[in-house]
């Protein structure tokens, strides 16, 4: 079946420093990426929508200079924290679909923590 | 806009009970609908899905059949496990291509 490989699961970075998150499709083209944000307890809010080549579409009070998306090919798709700070500390989820047989698969997940 | 609502939890049931956990969706067109489950610190998982009236998904003993006159999409299986203990999301999608909109989760803790 479809497989998102997520990575790192786990990080933990210093304020101010950046932190890259990675999303790939492992068996499958993802002409759609989207990345969520976990807070705990609490469901997923979605922050974008990444289409292969084309600019990320940021939903509302996400800081798009922030919260640097890439999707530079059908296989990978990139999440950059900016100049972090504890307040980003949180679960950041990709999930990916393929307009060939559509369905959503998620990544496991990436526990920011910003110290 | 489209929207799903689901019964907060915590759940807790004795192991083999009888699982309901309630959710309603609002929604213009023909949404397609799904189940996540999610075990702590995990992603999410695909539990089930249908996508269109009538459809039941099925998975795992778990059951949701999707219910467009009560716009429902309830999740019930017939005797829990303790290994079911995670929390569950209700989610629908309006189209191929657009974001899976999530409710708030149900936490469900089965004890021996």
């Known amino acids: 079946g479809a497989v998102v490989s997520q990575h790192p699961s786990r990080v933990i970075c210093k304020s101010g420093t950046s932190v890259k998150i990675e999303c790939r499709s492992l068996d499958f083209q993802a002409t759609t990426m989207f990345w969520y944000r976990q807070f705990p307890k609490k469901s997923l809010m979605l922050m974008a929508t990444s289409n292969e080549g084309s600019k990320a579409t940021y939903e509302q009070g996400v800081e798009k200079d922030k919260f640097l998306i890439n999707h530079a090919s059908l296989t990978l798709s990139t999440l950059t924290v900016t100049s972090a700070h504890p307040e980003d500390s949180s679960f950041y989820i990709c999930?990916?679909?393929?307009?060939?047989?559509?369905?959503?698969?998620f990544g496991s997940g990436t526990r920011l923590t910003v110290v | 806009g489209d929207s799903v609502t689901q019964m907060e939890g915590p759940v807790t049931l004795s192991e083999e009970a009888f699982l309901t956990i309630n959710c309603t969706y609002t929604a213009t067109g023909y949404p397609s609908l799904f189940w996540y489950v999610q075990y702590p610190g995990e992603g999410l998982q695909l539990l089930l899905k249908?996508?269109?009236?009538?459809d039941k998904g099925s998975n795992k003993g778990f059951e949701a059949t999707y219910r467009k006159e009560t716009t429902s999409f309830h999740l019930e299986k017939g005797s829990v496990q303790v290994s079911d203990s995670a929390v569950y999301f209700c989610a629908l999608s309006g189209d191929s291509g657009y974001a899976l909109n999530f409710g708030k989760g149900t936490s469900l803790l089965v004890t021996p």
């Open positions: 249908a996508t269109k009236a009538d």
């Open positions: 999930s990916a679909t393929t307009t060939v047989n559509y369905g959503y698969t």
